[in-house]
């Protein structure tokens, strides 16, 4: 507890029952942890863990997949990663809680995509509606623009073009969402706003998306890494769209010199992470 950390420090009453507090087996600790780290490295972005009072990450186990991760990240060069690009691609509005009469539950229902996104098999590139003149038209099979209550004139032109370019296009705003595909069709989903992993998958599969696994494990690819999150485990198959070198990065271990498909078996409630050099 936070008060038997630093006397005077917790308000009476307060913090006196554990908050925050993690799971119970320290192998499901373990398991997040590398789960966290191998978004980070495969989506190339920054993050942090703190010590909020003192213990929170005093063990060895913990402490060693911060420390081999960091070092992960300098010890190992970039190869080829431009084979491992994604072909989804996601649109958010940074101001869709600006224009949400319903104080955040039409918010909190839309971005609540993230977690079936995470389980469909297929890397995803995430923007802000601010950004969409960096967008590529040539890289992306499926564009989710996501959250964008009303479409700008520009916007709409933007989804003419890509539809011309065979792109499936998903709009979801605060009434359902509109799936225009390749085939130059317009769907309308009324108030079909949240979406299942198993509902997005077929949906990228019919886009001609690759999905380098078939199960709904957390998959996170790109960069040269690879990491799985699985809750069941068991053996999975993993599919590359290149032949590529698998190697476990802690002993810089090679499980396979030159394949597109890679077999191993993941234990219950476990996270791996691979290095992938494509060729």
């Given at each position: 507890m936070l008060k038997d950390r630093s006397q005077g420090i917790a308000p009476?009453?307060?913090y006196e029952n554990g908050v925050w507090l993690g799971p119970e087996e320290m192998e499901t600790s373990?398991?997040?942890l590398l789960k966290n780290a191998g978004r980070m490295l495969a989506y190339g972005y920054g993050g942090w863990w703190f010590d909020m009072w003192g213990g929170w990450f005093s063990d060895p186990d913990l402490l060693d997949v911060i420390e081999k991760t960091n070092q992960?990240?300098?010890e190992f060069s970039p190869q080829n990663k431009n084979k491992m690009h994604s072909q989804v691609c996601v649109i958010v509005d940074e101001e869709l809680s600006?224009?949400?009469a319903s104080y955040g539950k039409l918010t909190n229902e839309i971005l609540s995509n993230r977690?079936?996104?995470a389980k469909t098999g297929a890397p995803y590139d995430l923007f802000l509606r601010t950004d969409l003149d960096s967008i590529s038209s040539t890289q992306y099979k499926v564009i989710w623009m996501m959250g964008m209550l009303n479409?700008?004139?520009e916007e709409l032109l933007k989804i003419e073009k890509w539809r011309q370019q065979g792109i499936t296009v998903?709009?979801?705003n605060g009434?359902?969402?509109n799936i225009y595909n390749k085939n130059n069709e317009e769907v309308l989903i009324e108030k079909k706003i949240k979406w299942t992993d198993l509902e997005l998958k077929d949906i990228w599969e019919r886009a001609g998306v690759h999905l380098y696994i078939d199960t709904v494990d957390v998959l996170y690819i790109g960069n040269n890494w690879l990491s799985i999150h699985t809750i069941e485990g068991g053996k999975r198959t993993i599919k590359f769209p290149f032949f590529a070198q698998v190697v476990e990065p802690k002993n810089h271990k090679i499980l396979e010199d030159s394949t597109n498909s890679f077999d191993i078996n993941l234990e219950p409630k476990s996270t791996i992470l691979l290095r992938i050099n494509p060729y």
């Open positions: 009476p009453g307060q373990v398991s997040f992960f990240y300098t600006f224009w949400d977690y079936p996104l479409l700008e004139n998903l709009w979801t009434y359902g969402t």
